[in-house]
């Protein structure tokens, strides 16, 4: 019922509404809008309240509540379900815990994570809740090997949901981590259970650096990463909303998702070249057996990065190590 409050002195935001008012829409006491008042207030919602005038929202708390961002979500499927936790371990467990009896487009939010996970068991610093947790359970009708496309399309997603929130222009380093002025600010961890020939489910792990000042991470991640506030601040910009850019990643995710389902693949690789921060530089590739350098010049239908060795020769990369110079402390 208070969220019903809430949504009302939300419509006439900036004006007010009166307490009879409220008690006329909600059919309840005037004592109990009061009551709801109060509760919101202890959620961190400033609420103005006159005698005369009746109540007025003058700002909400920076907090994600997944009701919420459920109430007028404006996506087909990401985010049919959305679920809040303050601590897991990491939301891609979570989320494979629940991803068998959960609708397609389940997403999994967090406050904090007490074991992020990166790509190849890697670590993801993300204990301090200064960060945006979030996984998403997807169900594509897509064969295995087109998976690799959800990454590429979900940090094309990540991208524009960073433009649209916080007005600021991020780049992707193949194939899965979001730049900002050759600084991490988001790791992507894609995971998925398949037969040979189809997808039972993907997780889709996005951690964000969202308010974390450089001096909370590690020191060996200081000159490496940076987050969203941190970023704006150093440029002079107008601090975004956590819970604004959760909803406009959820937005985008539900776009580039329809897109992949649609199969409009040649879309999201056209959209991830000109995103992209690694095509055309030189880079350093480490793989299992050899290692090289040479130039990233092209991606392929299908994600690979196809890069010219020094040696002349073209390769197809899949995955693995890929530094760009210039990057992340590559140098
Ligand atoms: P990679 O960037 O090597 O492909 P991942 O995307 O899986 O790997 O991310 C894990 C790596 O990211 C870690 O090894 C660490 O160097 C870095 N890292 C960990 N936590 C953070 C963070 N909160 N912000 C930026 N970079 C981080």
Do not use: H
Request: charged residues 30%.
């Amino acid at each position: 019922m208070k969220y019903i409050v809430l949504e009302a002195l939300k419509e006439v935001k900036p004006g007010y509404l009166s307490g009879e008012q409220l008690s006329r829409r909600l059919e309840v006491s005037r004592t109990a809008v009061w009551k709801y008042i109060n509760e919101l207030k202890l959620e961190g919602y400033e609420i103005e309240a006159s005698s005369r005038k009746g109540y007025r929202l003058l700002s909400e708390p920076d907090i994600l509540d997944a009701r919420l961002l459920s109430a007028d979500l404006a996506t087909s499927v990401v985010g049919s379900k959305i679920l809040y936790f303050d601590e897991v371990d990491s939301t891609n467990i979570r989320a494979k815990e629940l991803a068998g009896n959960t609708p397609d487009g389940t997403v999994i939010l967090a406050g904090r994570q007490s074991a992020g996970r990166g790509r190849l068991g890697r670590k993801w610093e993300s204990d301090d809740g200064g960060g945006i947790y979030m996984s998403v359970i997807l169900k594509p009708e897509i064969p295995p090997e087109e998976v690799q496309l959800i990454t590429l399309a979900a940090s094309v997603a990540i991208v524009s949901a960073i433009k649209d929130a916080a007005g600021i222009d991020a780049g992707i380093k193949w194939p899965n981590d979001i730049i900002l002025d050759g600084r991490k600010v988001c790791g992507i961890l894609t995971e998925m259970s398949s037969e040979m020939e189809r997808v039972n489910y993907v997780v889709l792990g996005i951690g964000i650096n969202f308010s974390q000042e450089l001096g909370d991470f590690p020191e060996e991640l200081r000159n490496k990463a940076v987050s969203i506030s941190e970023y704006m601040e150093e440029k002079g910009l107008k601090p975004c909303k956590k819970a604004e850019l959760v909803r406009s990643i959820l937005v985008r995710l539900d776009e580039v998702y329809r897109m992949l389902l649609e199969g409009r693949k040649n879309d999201i690789i056209a959209t991830w070249k000109n995103m992209s921060v690694t095509i055309g530089r030189d880079v350093a590739v480490s793989g299992r057996e050899v290692s090289y350098t040479g130039k990233a010049l092209d991606i392929t239908e299908d994600g690979r990065l196809v890069v010219l060795c020094e040696n002349g020769i073209l390769k197809e990369i899949i995955s693995g190590e890929v530094s760009v110079r210039g990057l992340l402390g590559y140098v």
